[in-house]
Every structure is written in C-alpha cells, then in structure tokens.
C-alpha cells in the first residue's frame, strides 16, 4: 500500500530556509509524478509545486515562483521542497501527494510555521 511520509517542518522567521522531504513507499515511485500541497489556516488547499516522474519537468504556483525548487531522487523514492525567503503567509501544513490514476494518496503533512 503506498504510503508518504513527510518531515521536516518547523518553526522559522521570515527570510529563512527550510528544506521539506517525503518519504515514498508501497509504489512504483519513479512511474509517478509527484505534489506538493499545503493548507493554509482558513484558506483553500494550494497546490504549491508539482514534478513529472523523472524530474525533468516542474511546475509552481505564483505565490512561491523563484523561492521554492521541488526536486525528487528516484533512487532514493523520496521527494524534497527547498523553501527559501520564507514569508508568513507560507505557513500551513504541507502535503506529500500524488493521484495513480484513480486515487489520490496524501501524507500525515508536515507543519510549516514562518512568524517573527
């Protein structure tokens, strides 16, 4: 069964970095492209960065266009958010994600907290 584990999360001020990561098992990861989600308090889940299976393709949202890079290591089956000049209004759970066809599958997410 597949499953997604993410961590590294926390609690920055505005201006600094943090680095997510998921953890991919149960499924042939390297055949997928994967998400990343998040969930901001009383707001709409965002789909903040999205990569094709291989990693040669990416994809953002504006809001976070040239500070965030997603990247993924198919050999490991893990996937990583690079968050840089982190704002506040970047705090929300963020999501490991990724749709097979006929489901989605999300993670526990991954508490991101920017506040000076």
């Known amino acids: 069964q597949a499953q997604l584990v993410e961590s590294g999360g926390g609690l920055v001020q505005p201006g600094e970095s943090l680095r997510l990561s998921c953890a991919a098992s149960?499924?042939?990861?390297?055949?997928?492209?994967m998400s990343w989600h998040r969930q901001a308090p009383g707001k709409e889940r965002e789909d903040v960065a999205s990569?094709?299976?291989?990693?040669?393709?990416?994809n953002y949202a504006d809001s976070v266009k040239g500070r965030f890079t997603i990247s993924r290591d198919n050999v490991k089956n893990m996937m990583y958010l690079q968050m840089n000049s982190l704002k506040s209004e970047d705090t929300g759970v963020y999501y490991c994600?990724?749709?097979?066809?006929?489901?989605?599958?999300w993670g526990q997410g991954a508490q991101v907290t920017v506040s000076s």
């Open positions: 994600t990724f749709w097979d066809g006929y489901r989605s599958y």
């Open positions: 149960g499924f042939a990861f390297s055949n997928n492209a």
């Open positions: 990569i094709s299976s291989t990693g040669g393709w990416t």
